[in-house]
């Protein structure tokens, strides 16, 4: 239960997009938590798709899929790693979700007589989904990230409804608003025009912001906040600098330095003297900051000039090399540029290789091609989802000899369907949100890699997939060495391969990414980090 009605803190964007609008909520949310309040996160998303499902991860960045089985905006995975909290579908909201329901309730005859219009039927249905998370009463305070930019005309909508909002719910509601405050080297100059033009901006829809967090490179200096706040008219003390730092992981006491924290409980008529418990929090990033020792893996995938497409595996990466005392680096290697020919040099001097999800077979003969390497040079493995599948490939076609063995996925003719489409994806005809998604039971046997990393037998772990491991071969498997160590008890799905002879060769169905969080590393990248780092 929460400790009082719920606060909604709304957090807008101006000047440009990528200034760290998910870092900076999730860092107030991790301040607030280590308050002793419960706080959750959400996104709102102006594009008209109903989720980030169908997009391509060079549009929009990984797809980050929650225990409830949405696929979801990849901030939402920030804020989880940050607060250790789950979040849910009511955590992302999209303009094509919107639509969708009122359109459907228009078709249901639900405004008869009426004509449905922006307002006040999209702003308020915007409405009622910001505030499920508040009505639940778990929650002293929402935080609601606004996507895009203001002046944006999609976003347009979502700036109406919070601004109706912050005055139906009186002292409740607060805007935080974050803007660039660029340097300009011809000048020596740090700019503030910008950040004027964007609050002009959001006045002009009704919002005064109450505190500006300003993106910049150089420090602020008193005079530039004074000059921001005269201008914005917002209080001194109410304009944050948010200066660049080298972890994200760094904000939360850059934050709390600026005292964002305090001017929120503030601003809100909150009176609170606790002590903010980050402990381990600065353990966590005393150890990122001071490793003992480093090493170098790959990670192979096809979505490689776009670090963000694999954001949930780099950052699990990161919790696990802390977890390890060791600095991680990654060779992000492009799956469609491996051949027989240079896999040798392509995976030289790497301790270890993780192959990343994916889907289409763009890219998946380079990953079978590097894990024949991997599995026979010893070479520690993680494979998630199309990863493992890859290897199921290979050790049918080289171990087993089913020359032409594949998935169905990339060859509907091969002789010997390993990975097949799941029985109740073959009905399937629509793209949008039906893979088989969210939280699965996992049952681990005793003694095995992946039993001896989580130390149990019952698993949660969560999926994003129509193909699985084709029952139909699994003795043969099993005959020659393979083990499936990890099964849905239910429907008796295969969810982790493993070898045994291999030093560590694990290969998950599931996405096991999703759940590593700065307060819980995850096992799975704990106990590969550590096969890692004792590579001989
Ligand atoms: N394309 C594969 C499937 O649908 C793997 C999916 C994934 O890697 N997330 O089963």
Not at 316 to 331: E, M
Request: hydrophobic share 35%.
């Amino acid at each position: 239960m929460s400790k009082f009605p719920t606060k909604y803190i709304f957090v807008t964007g101006g000047v440009t997009s990528s200034l760290g609008k998910g870092i900076i909520s999730a860092s107030l949310g991790k301040l607030l938590t280590a308050r002793g309040y419960s706080v959750t996160i959400q996104k709102l998303d102006p594009y008209i798709n109903v989720d980030p499902g169908t997009m391509n991860p060079y549009e929009h960045g990984e797809c980050y899929v929650t225990d409830d089985g949405a696929e979801t905006d990849l901030d939402l995975g920030h804020y989880e790693r940050f607060l250790n909290n789950s979040t849910s579908q009511a955590n992302n909201v999209t303009t094509g979700r919107i639509y969708q329901t009122v359109i459907q309730k228009e078709r249901k005859g639900d405004y008869l007589g009426k004509t449905v219009q922006i307002i006040p039927h999209i702003t308020d249905e915007i409405k009622r989904r910001i505030q499920i998370l508040g009505n639940t009463g778990k929650y002293d305070f929402v935080i609601t990230e606004i996507g895009g930019t203001v002046g944006d005309i999609e976003a347009l909508p979502y700036i109406e409804a919070v601004r109706q909002l912050k005055w139906e719910l009186e002292n409740s509601a607060l805007f935080i608003h974050l803007t660039l405050v660029p340097y300009l080297a011809a000048a020596g100059e740090l700019k503030t025009k910008p950040t004027q033009h964007s609050v002009k901006t959001l006045l002009e829809a009704g919002i005064q912001p109450d505190i500006l967090v300003c993106r910049t490179e150089h420090p602020l200096g008193s005079e530039i906040k004074k000059k921001v706040a005269r201008f914005c008219n917002v209080e001194r003390d109410a304009v944050i600098e948010s200066m660049d730092v080298s972890s994200i992981y760094e904000v939360p006491l850059l934050m709390q330095k600026e005292g964002l924290d305090k001017v929120v409980l503030r601003k809100l008529g909150i009176i609170d003297n606790t002590e903010v418990k980050l402990e381990q929090w600065c353990n966590f990033l005393e150890g990122l900051q001071n490793p003992k020792k480093e090493i170098t893996i790959g990670l192979i995938g096809k979505y490689v000039q776009l670090q963000d497409a694999y954001k949930s595996i780099s950052e699990a990466i990161i919790h696990a090399g802390v977890t390890n005392s060791c600095k991680v680096k990654v060779n992000w290697i492009n799956a469609e540029e491996i051949s027989n020919k240079n896999v040798t040099d392509k995976l030289a001097g790497l301790k270890g290789v993780l192959v990343a999800p994916g889907f289409g077979d763009r890219g998946m003969e380079g990953k079978i091609t590097a894990i024949k390497h991997i599995r026979e040079n010893n070479i520690p493995f993680l494979g998630i989802c199309l990863g493992m599948q890859s290897a199921v490939i290979e050790y049918a076609r080289n171990v087993l000899g089913y020359k032409d063995a594949n998935s169905v996925e990339a060859n509907k003719e091969t002789s010997f369907p390993v990975i097949d489409l799941m029985k109740d994806q073959k009905s399937v005809t629509k793209k949008g949100g039906t893979m088989r998604l969210g939280a699965y039971e996992c049952q681990l046997t005793k003694g095995s890699k992946s039993y001896n990393s989580y130390q149990n037998t019952e698993i949660s772990e969560r999926h994003r997939h129509r193909f699985e491991f084709n029952n139909k071969y699994k003795s043969e498997f099993e005959k020659s060495g393979m083990i499936f160590s990890g099964l849905n008890s239910k429907n008796n799905l295969v969810e982790i391969v493993e070898i045994p002879t291999h030093p560590w060769f694990v290969g998950v169905q599931f996405h096991p990414e999703y759940k590593s969080t700065v307060a819980n590393p995850h096992p799975l990248f704990c106990g590969f980090i550590d096969a890692c780092i004792n590579n001989k």
